[in-house]
């Protein structure tokens, strides 16, 4: 394997003599930055964003980068359909003449439509659902498409502070100067505010309720009060145009806080569901998976026959019944697209870099891997389908099937 120049950049040949660095003398790492695993979406779609910015030249709410109807183009692609710049914002050699927008959310268009409706009346968006809809990536998508950047983002936890949400301090000024304005650190969500942009929190339910009810004064009254900085012009940080909240929940998880009813009206919930389509999924599972593959070094060499097969089994046990209508029993585990693009990028990486037999063969194992995390009697589960749907499938003379349930044995 061919390694990149940036990879190339941090190994150090043995033959190669090497000179101890002084302290003014640059090292490797402040040389050259690294290769980042993933790009942020404003940079990984950097030219779509452009290009969408001046391709619509309609009305667009304060603050916003591009308009409404180009966030749902850039979200949910132009249907295959080349767009073409009109001629006045043609500049050589800067953007495309023409340029097919892909999407990137699998889902409703309707659903993509309502979020964008929702932070142009500059209301705070709930995206819920089970884990793995890919609501974070709607997220992200949104806000890099809004207003530029997905970066201004708290991560909820059991530990989120309301630091997180308001402000906190350099204590080193705090200590030197006493409460200023220099002392100050905003919040992401303060940032947002500040500049008019989407703040971004994820896991919202998993903050206390103590914690997330910071967020009420923040979503109705559009300013946060800094009371130590009392009686001067900076006592008060008020929200410019611009500013709204998207934040995730999950449905099913472990550790929520339930929110009040008081910042559930500071929300419009919109609920992500599963990929109802099989074809959609499958081909969202092969490019993920080849995605992840490639960004080790490798190619992606899991037949798409393998792939149905693997998305076929998550759409089984999630749904709790098969494509043929046989009743499933539904494992403890969410079986989600997110956790399906996983064990395919396991299989591609094995395929890849162990290569050797039938990669059929390592299925069984890495499904029961991807089960068998919350419940232990899951492992029951999924012998249970080895025992219905795999066995019948087989039986009505599937090669595919028949091979998988050769397989059992794996899952013990």
């Given at each position: 394997m061919t390694l990149s120049p940036d990879r190339r950049t941090d190994t150090v040949s043995p033959t190669t003599p090497t000179t101890p660095t002084t302290g003014s003398e640059p090292t490797t790492d402040q040389a050259a930055p690294r290769a980042r695993q993933i790009l942020p979406a404003e940079e990984?779609?950097?030219?779509?964003?452009?290009?969408?910015?001046?391709?619509d030249e309609g009305p667009r709410p304060p603050?916003?980068?591009?308009?409404?109807?180009?966030?749902?183009?850039?979200?949910?692609?132009?249907?295959?359909?080349?767009?073409?710049?009109?001629?006045?914002?043609?500049?050589?050699?800067?953007?495309?003449?023409?340029?097919?927008?892909?999407?990137?959310?699998?889902?409703?268009?309707?659903?993509?439509?309502?979020?964008?409706v929702t932070l142009a009346g500059e209301r705070g968006l709930l995206l819920v659902g089970e884990p793995g809809t890919a609501k974070s990536m709607l997220s992200e998508l949104l806000s890099a498409a809004v207003s530029g950047t997905s970066e201004l983002t708290v991560q909820g936890t059991a530990g989120t502070t309301e630091?997180?949400?308001?402000?906190?301090?350099?204590?080193?000024?705090?200590?030197?100067?006493?409460?200023?304005?220099?002392?100050?650190?905003?919040?992401?969500?303060?940032?947002?505010?500040?500049?008019g942009r989407v703040a971004r929190i994820e896991e919202v339910t998993r903050c206390l309720p103590e914690v997330q009810d910071a967020l009420v004064s923040i979503l109705s009254d559009r300013r946060v009060?800094?009371?130590?900085?009392?009686?001067?012009?900076?006592?008060?940080?008020?929200?410019?145009?611009?500013f709204t909240v998207i934040a995730t929940a999950n449905l099913r998880?472990?550790?929520?806080?339930?929110?009040?009813?008081?910042?559930?009206?500071?929300?419009?919930?919109?609920?992500?569901?599963?990929?109802?389509?099989?074809g959609a999924e499958t081909e969202l599972v092969r490019?993920?998976?080849?995605?992840?593959?490639?960004?080790?070094?490798?190619?992606?060499?899991?037949?798409?026959?393998?792939?149905?097969?693997?998305?076929?089994?998550?759409?089984?046990?999630?749904?709790?019944?098969?494509?043929?209508?046989?009743?499933?029993?539904?494992?403890?585990?969410?079986?989600?697209?997110?956790?399906?693009?996983?064990?395919?990028?396991s299989l591609g990486l094995a395929r890849a870099y162990l290569p050797g037999g039938d990669v059929l063969d390592l299925v069984p194992g890495h499904l029961l891997g991807a089960v068998r995390k919350d419940d232990p009697a899951d492992h029951g589960r999924l012998l249970g389908y080895w025992d219905g749907p795999v066995r019948r499938r087989a039986e009505d003379g599937s090669a595919m099937w028949r091979r998988l349930w050769d397989l059992r044995e794996n899952l013990r």
């Open positions: 990984r779609y950097a030219q779509e964003l452009a290009f969408l910015a001046a391709y603050g916003w980068a591009l308009t409404p109807a180009a966030v749902v183009t850039f979200v949910c692609g132009s249907d295959g359909e080349a767009l073409a710049l009109p001629p006045k914002r043609r500049k050589e050699g800067a953007l495309p003449a023409k340029l097919v927008v892909a999407p990137k959310f699998v889902g409703e268009r309707a659903l993509v439509e309502r979020c964008v630091d997180a949400f308001r402000y906190g301090w350099n204590y080193a000024l705090l200590l030197a100067q006493g409460p200023t304005p220099q002392a100050l650190v905003s919040s992401p969500v303060m940032t947002a505010m500040r500049t009060s800094v009371p130590e900085l009392a009686g001067t012009a900076d006592a008060t940080v008020a929200a410019v145009p611009g998880d472990r550790g929520v806080s339930e929110m009040s009813a008081a910042l559930k009206r500071r929300f419009n919930f919109e609920t992500v569901h599963p990929i109802a389509d099989a490019t993920q998976a080849t995605a992840a593959v490639q960004r080790a070094g490798a190619a992606f060499g899991v037949d798409d026959a393998v792939l149905d097969v693997l998305v076929t089994v998550f759409r089984d046990l999630r749904t709790g019944r098969s494509a043929e209508g046989w009743d499933v029993e539904r494992p403890g585990t969410v079986m989600s697209t997110a956790e399906a693009v996983h064990v395919a990028a």
